[in-house]
Structure formats: C-alpha cells, structure tokens
C-alpha cells in the first residue's frame, strides 16, 4: 500500500474517496459517523485499514501486512476498491441507460 507521510501525501487518497460510491464523506465532520470511543462506524474499509495502518506497514516485520494493503491501495497510491466500484457503477449506468 502507498506509504503517505503526512495528510499531504495522503491527500491523494482523499482526492479518490471524494468521488467513490464507497468512501465519499467518509472523512467529512459534517458526515460525522463516530460510535462513542471515536472510532468510524460507517467507512470505507480500505480508507480506515489506511488510517489505522498506515505507519505500521513500514515496519520491518510487517512484510504482510504491507502485502495485504498493498491489494488495496497499490503504491502508486490508486485505490484498487475504488477501481472496482466504479466500473461497477459505470456498468450499472449503462446498463440502466440500455433499458430505456
């Protein structure tokens, strides 16, 4: 998974999350969806593995954990979920548009 070391790099992901079926307002105050210990109730799941992870994956000894972000969010920093949902969105759209 891209490292990103401060918010500025990982503003590349926010950038993502903006427009995703998945994570639009995931981060937003205004959207805020926080259970009482502050943790996000309703997220998406790559984005929150990236918040809670991010440092830990250059450890050394977390060759895997490293492995397994890495499928998320590859690390050029393109989220691979968001890939997925939109093509699934932009199939559905067409397909909708097909219909009529």
């Known amino acids: ?20 079926p998945m994570g639009a307002g995931w981060n937003d105050p205004k959207q805020s969806r926080l259970f009482k210990d502050e943790r996000p109730m309703r997220c998406c799941p790559t984005a929150f593995v990236q918040l809670l992870y991010n440092y830990d994956q250059v450890d050394d000894k ?9 499928l998320l969010v590859n690390d050029d920093g393109i989220c691979e979920t968001r890939k997925i949902l939109v093509e699934i969105r932009e199939e559905q759209c067409q397909q909708s548009t097909n219909e009529t």
């Open 62 to 70: 977390q060759k895997k954990l490293r492995e397994a972000m890495t």
């Open 1 to 20: 998974m891209a490292y990103f070391s401060n918010a500025t790099e990982g503003g590349t992901l926010d950038a993502q999350c903006s427009d995703c």
